[in-house]
Structure formats: structure tokens, C-alpha cells
């Protein structure tokens, strides 16, 4: 199970409205799989930026040396999914890495219509979802 709380949720809904209709990423940052804080990057995929992401490796490293400092880690990543289920992709599945989480926001117009958690344990399985708990 995911943890956040109701504003951290909704910065990841302000961010992935804000970047449609383009994917919008990001990384999910905390502790035992408690969200306490978002990290908002440039989707640098520019070639196809409605149907993909991609965090540039200097911006995920500049995330986990900041965040390792304040004794914190990265659980996994946000995007969103512009106009398409919340569900991962065949290229998110390949791209993901095991043990995190991967939030995907579904955003249909501009607006969040839906969102779900992903991991996987086994570097063969399938992703599979993920409870999410948002917190007052």
C-alpha cells in the first residue's frame, strides 16, 4: 500500500492537469512507502511527449541526492496518461523498475478522472496494483 496525503495527492493532480495534453512526470519521494513530498521534472520525450515520458537520469539524480541528505528515498514515479485509462502501458511496464510504485493519472480533457498505483516484485510478473491511501 501507497501513502499520501490529500495535498500531496492533489499536487499530483495539479501537475499532470497542468501538463495535458502532454504526459506529465515526476517522483514520488518519502519513506516505508510513505509519500511526504513530490518532485515535478521535465518530461524530456519531446518526440512524443502525448504518449510518453521520459525523466532525464541528471534530474532523477539531483532528486535522490537531495532527498538521501533528509534520510529520504524514492518510492517511485507519477505521470500521467492524457485521454487513456490509468492503466500502464506495455512501454511503462518495460521502462519500470521493480519494488517501486508508478501512480498513473488519467486525464480525459484537461481534467483527472481517475487514478491508480502500479508495482511489481519480480522483474518477470506483470505489474499489479497498488492500494492507495490518501490521508488528512
Known amino acids: 500500500m501507497l501513502y499520501l496525503s490529500k495535498d500531496i495527492y492533489n499536487e499530483i493532480i495539479s501537475h499532470a492537469e497542468k501538463s495535458y495534453p502532454y504526459e506529465g512526470c515526476g517522483v514520488l519521494v518519502g519513506r516505508d512507502k510513505r509519500v511526504v513530498k513530490i518532485c515535478p521534472v521535465e518530461n524530456i520525450n519531446k518526440d512524443r511527449a502525448n504518449d510518453r515520458y521520459e525523466i532525464d537520469p541528471k534530474d532523477l539524480l539531483r532528486v535522490e541526492k537531495g532527498v538521501s541528505e533528509k534520510g529520504l528515498n524514492v518510492l517511485g514515479f507519477f505521470h500521467s496518461h492524457p485521454d487513456h485509462p490509468d492503466m500502464p502501458?506495455?512501454?511503462?511496464?518495460?521502462r519500470a523498475w521493480?519494488?517501486?510504485s508508478y501512480m498513473i493519472v488519467s486525464v480525459h480533457n484537461g481534467k483527472s478522472v481517475s487514478v491508480k498505483s502500479w508495482t511489481f516484485e519480480d522483474e518477470n510478473e506483470p505489474f499489479r496494483e497498488e492500494e492507495v491511501k490518501i490521508e488528512d
Not at 89 to 94: G, H, I, K
Open 89 to 94: 502501458s506495455e512501454f511503462d511496464r518495460q
Open 98 to 100: 521493480q519494488f517501486y
